[in-house]
């Protein structure tokens, strides 16, 4: 609680340097296809800290735009965002054209149906200043929680109250979710190779072989334009560098990063209180991907880690170690109908000579998992009501064997789908998305369906948007395959886990507050997911996964305020009840019931400067709603300097040295500085 009051106080650090710019220029411009020519309505254009939405003709203007170098960035649903570096000089006006190449129609991150309503998205400049990672990026915002375990554990969301596992996370159309675990771990993702984001909360589907009952992460990667190098260095030996460009049609991204270690943490007072060094925290993550976009586009991954379990607080293992790795390969060829397909290979070791309480150990697993998809895309006409619908087909099978996995682990599940985007007319401001799928896999009974219909209203600078769907989804391999260890025990009855339905409404206003630009967004939810697979103990103690019924529902709101011409305000806040379906039922162990946010940039010329602070309330680590982990607020503060084509930043993570837990016994490296330079060339 006491960090509730950092975002207004940062903003009255910046105030003062905002109203200090004397000169200012206007930027302004269009938004096309790169294809026709033709301007695209309602795209995202964004330049330094403040964004608006092109108009019918795809122009934008910026006024009182700060002199010197500027990035501005353009983004719209089923294009490839586009990015200019412009040199903007005192009292000169600067106009430009943003070329946007569309994206096929009916890849699959186009596929994703949610909600109909504005879309929000972070852009490229704003990832960066986030942080290293999409982990640090998207924390907090719309909703998100990242479930950490710890300084160099899996980072994976949470969004409404959802398991991690509940999340798919789309990387430019394929899914980058561990087909054993079904968690994606966003650490991975370097903010420097991604252009843009977007989260649909709720029962979505996904395209392919999948439906998320949690919500759709959906990533998109950096155009290939212009060269690439940063490198930083960090508290507690951290430290890390990037690289990418094109090679003719293809664009390559390369990163490397060491992890902090050996930083210390508060010792809990039932342990001795005091202070401790976090030992066996460390290790090295790697990264390269290569892609081409077209008619026939390759998508190539590749990451690797190696890095110590340090395990809990209360029971260190300083000798424990992971190696991972995994290669993925995907292929899309678009012509009258879209194929893809991917191929996807993961290992894993684990080994600790010294355990404190067992024998030693050392164990191995290795999984491959495949995809294909066929999606058709073509007119559409209903009722009168006429538009665009897709009509689509996936598999996917995914086989593990190994120390830890029970013999003949494979799994196979297919589906098919049909979607569509209405409107009466072109001057309508009602928009219809209807959907429905099948699907079937590996130990059901039969084909389980789910559909959902959103509904848009739009005119003018106002938005209202309702929806109702259900969603289902298969038990993560984990749960089936995991070889029972010690304290724990598998049950093959599992069910899979089921949104029977959930509505939505919501709410999007534009308008001028005080003569500045603002934007506000609310939007509440309700809905039943039957038999919510959870971890929990049973006779003796023994933890298995189980089923229960959950009660979902809540309360998201944003706002963002542009008070001065280069300076932006946001706040964010999520309160998300999710409790067992019994009269009286706790909060589901280890979803916080609040979660709240705020930031503020300043850019002037050459400067920049920016705050952000984000709460997480209380979590429960057990399903009897006892003994809750507290609540923790963290603030980040940064500022650059542009130099030629250079970018040098400053960056302190945590300034307060709060040291939060998400998990119980996991504590994070608490107050770290990092200095990072950036070069870019066009």
């Given at each position: 609680?006491?960090?509730?009051?950092?975002?207004?106080?940062?903003?009255?650090?910046?105030?003062?340097?905002?109203?200090?710019?004397q000169?200012?220029?206007?930027?302004?411009?269009?938004?096309?296809?790169?294809?026709?020519?033709?301007?695209?309505?309602?795209?995202?254009?964004?330049?330094?800290?403040?964004s608006?939405?092109?108009?019918?003709?795809?122009?934008?203007?910026?006024?009182?735009?700060?002199?010197?170098?500027?990035?501005?960035?353009?983004?719209?649903?089923?294009?490839?965002?586009?990015?200019?570096?412009?040199?903007?000089?005192p009292?000169?006006a600067?106009?430009?054209?943003?070329?946007?190449?569309?994206?096929?129609?009916?890849?699959?991150?186009?596929?994703?149906?949610?909600?109909?309503g504005?879309?929000?998205?972070?852009?490229?400049?704003?990832?960066?200043?986030?942080?290293?990672d999409?982990?640090?990026?998207?924390d907090?915002?719309?909703?998100?929680?990242v479930?950490?375990s710890?300084?160099?554990?899996?980072?994976?969301?949470?969004?409404?109250?959802?398991?991690?596992?509940?999340?798919i996370?789309?990387?430019?159309?394929?899914?980058?979710?561990?087909?054993?675990?079904?968690?994606?771990?966003?650490?991975?993702?370097?903010?420097?190779?991604?252009?843009?984001?977007?989260?649909?909360a709720?029962?979505q589907?996904?395209?392919?072989?999948?439906?998320?009952?949690?919500?759709?992460?959906?990533?998109?990667?950096?155009?290939?334009?212009?060269?690439?190098?940063s490198?930083?260095?960090g508290?507690?030996?951290?430290?890390?560098?990037?690289?990418?460009?094109?090679?003719?049609?293809?664009?390559?991204?390369?990163?490397?990063?060491?992890?902090?270690?050996?930083?210390?943490?508060?010792?809990?007072?039932?342990?001795?209180?005091?202070e401790?060094?976090?030992?066996?925290?460390?290790?090295?993550?790697?990264t390269?991907?290569?892609?081409?976009?077209?008619?026939?586009?390759?998508?190539?991954r590749?990451?690797f880690?190696?890095?110590?379990?340090?395990?809990?607080?209360?029971?260190?293992?300083?000798?424990?170690?992971?190696?991972?790795?995994?290669?993925?390969?995907?292929?899309?060829?678009?012509?009258?109908?879209?194929w893809?397909?991917s191929?996807?290979?993961?290992?894993?070791?684990?080994?600790?000579?010294?355990?404190?309480?067992?024998?030693?150990?050392a164990?191995?697993?290795?999984?491959v998992?495949?995809?294909?998809?066929?999606?058709?895309?073509?007119?559409?006409?209903?009722?009168?009501?006429?538009?665009?619908?897709?009509?689509g087909?996936?598999?996917?099978?995914?086989?593990?064997?190994?120390?830890?996995?029970?013999?003949?682990?494979?799994f196979s599940?297919?589906?098919?789908?049909?979607?569509?985007?209405?409107?009466?007319?072109?001057?309508?401001?009602?928009?219809?998305r209807?959907?429905?799928?099948?699907?079937?896999?590996?130990?059901?009974?039969?084909?389980?369906?789910?559909?959902?219909?959103?509904v848009?209203?739009?005119?003018?600078?106002?938005?209202?948007?309702?929806?109702?769907?259900?969603?289902?989804?298969?038990?993560?391999?984990?749960?089936?395959?995991?070889?029972?260890?010690?304290?724990v025990?598998l049950?093959?009855g599992?069910?899979?886990?089921?949104?029977?339905?959930?509505?939505?409404?919501?709410?999007?206003?534009?308008?001028?507050?005080l003569?500045?630009?603002?934007?506000?967004?609310?939007?509440?939810?309700?809905?039943?997911?039957?038999?919510?697979?959870?971890?929990?103990?049973?006779?003796?103690?023994?933890?298995?996964?189980?089923?229960?019924?959950?009660?979902?529902?809540?309360?998201?709101?944003?706002?963002s305020?542009?008070?001065?011409?280069?300076?932006?305000?946001?706040?964010?806040?999520?309160?998300?009840?999710?409790?067992?379906?019994?009269?009286?039922?706790?909060?589901?162990?280890?979803?916080?019931?609040?979660?709240?946010?705020?930031?503020?940039?300043?850019?002037?010329?050459?400067?920049?400067?920016?705050?952000?602070?984000?709460?997480?309330g209380e979590r429960?680590?057990?399903?009897?709603?006892?003994?809750?982990?507290?609540?923790?607020?963290?603030?980040?503060?940064?500022?650059?300097?542009?130099?030629?084509?250079?970018?040098?930043?400053?960056?302190?993570?945590?300034?307060?040295?709060?040291?939060?837990?998400?998990?119980?016994?996991?504590?994070?490296?608490?107050?770290?500085?990092?200095?990072?330079?950036?070069?870019?060339?066009?």
């Open positions: 609680m006491r960090c509730s009051r950092l975002p207004a106080l940062a903003l009255l650090v910046i105030w003062p340097v905002a109203l200090g710019a000169s200012s220029a206007t930027v302004r411009g269009q938004v096309v296809d790169a294809a026709s020519g033709a301007g695209i309505p309602a795209a995202r254009v964004t330049l330094g800290a403040v608006a939405l092109t108009d019918a003709d795809g122009r934008f203007e910026f006024a009182n735009v700060a002199y010197g170098l500027s990035v501005v960035v353009a983004a719209a649903v089923g294009y490839r965002p586009a990015r200019l570096t412009l040199d903007v000089l009292g000169l600067v106009e430009r054209t943003l070329r946007l190449a569309a994206l096929p129609p009916d890849l699959p991150t186009i596929a994703v149906q949610g909600s109909a504005e879309e929000t998205l972070l852009d490229h400049a704003t990832l960066v200043r986030r942080g290293a999409m982990a640090t990026a998207i907090g915002w719309q909703g998100v929680v479930r950490r710890g300084s160099n554990g899996p980072a994976s969301p949470q969004v409404r109250g959802s398991a991690p596992e509940e999340v996370v789309l990387l430019d159309g394929f899914a980058i979710n561990d087909p054993l675990t079904g968690r994606a771990d966003l650490s991975r993702v370097a903010t420097r190779d991604v252009a843009s984001v977007q989260v649909r709720g029962a589907s996904a395209g392919g072989a999948g439906t998320a009952i949690g919500g759709v992460i959906d990533i998109r990667s950096l155009p290939g334009s212009g060269a690439q190098a490198g930083w260095l508290s507690h030996g951290s430290g890390g560098g990037t690289l990418s460009g094109a090679i003719g049609e293809f664009r390559l991204f390369a990163q490397g990063e060491r992890l902090a270690d050996n930083y210390p943490y508060s010792v809990p007072p039932n342990r001795g209180g005091g401790a060094e976090r030992v066996n925290a460390g290790g090295t993550i790697g390269f991907s290569i892609r081409r976009s077209g008619k026939l586009g390759i998508q190539g590749a990451s880690s190696e890095r110590g379990l340090p395990g809990a607080i209360g029971n260190e293992t300083p000798h424990a170690t992971a190696s991972d790795w995994s290669a993925f390969l995907g292929l899309t060829v678009d012509g009258r109908s879209t893809s397909g191929l996807q290979y993961l290992g894993s070791d684990v080994a600790d000579p010294d355990p404190p309480l067992a024998a030693p150990y164990v191995h697993s290795r999984g998992s495949g995809t294909l998809d066929w999606t058709l895309h073509g007119g559409l006409a209903l009722l009168g009501w006429g538009g665009t619908g897709e009509l087909a996936a598999a996917r099978h995914d086989r593990y064997e190994g120390d830890v996995v029970t013999a003949d682990a494979q599940r297919g589906s098919i789908r049909a979607s569509g985007s209405l409107n009466p007319s072109e001057e309508s401001p009602w928009t219809l209807p959907s429905a799928r099948l699907d079937l896999w590996t130990g059901s009974s039969g084909p389980l369906g789910s559909a959902r219909l959103d848009l209203w739009r005119r003018g600078s106002t938005a209202f948007h309702g929806s109702a769907g259900s969603a289902v989804s298969a038990p993560a391999l984990a749960d089936l395959f995991f070889r029972e260890g010690v304290g025990v049950n093959p599992l069910r899979p886990e089921r949104v029977r339905w959930e509505v939505e409404v919501g709410a999007t206003q534009q308008w001028e507050l003569g500045r630009p603002a934007t506000a967004s609310v939007r509440g939810y309700y809905g039943l997911v039957d038999d919510m697979i959870l971890w929990s103990p049973g006779v003796g103690f023994i933890w298995s996964p189980r089923n229960y019924d959950v009660i979902r529902r809540g309360v998201e709101g944003s706002l305020i542009r008070p001065a011409a280069t300076v932006t305000v946001e706040a964010q806040g999520a309160w998300t009840p999710i409790t067992y379906d019994v009269p009286g039922g706790a909060q589901v162990q280890y979803r916080p019931r609040a979660s709240w946010g705020a930031a503020a940039t300043w850019t002037g010329g050459k400067w920049g400067a920016d705050a952000r602070w984000r709460w997480v429960y680590p057990n399903p009897g709603g006892v003994n809750p982990r507290p609540a923790f607020g963290l603030m980040d503060v940064g500022a650059e300097r542009s130099i030629g084509a250079a970018v040098v930043r400053a960056d302190i993570r945590d300034l307060f040295d709060t040291r939060a837990e998400f998990l119980a016994g996991y504590p994070t490296p608490g107050r770290t500085a990092i200095l990072s330079i950036t070069l870019e060339w066009q």
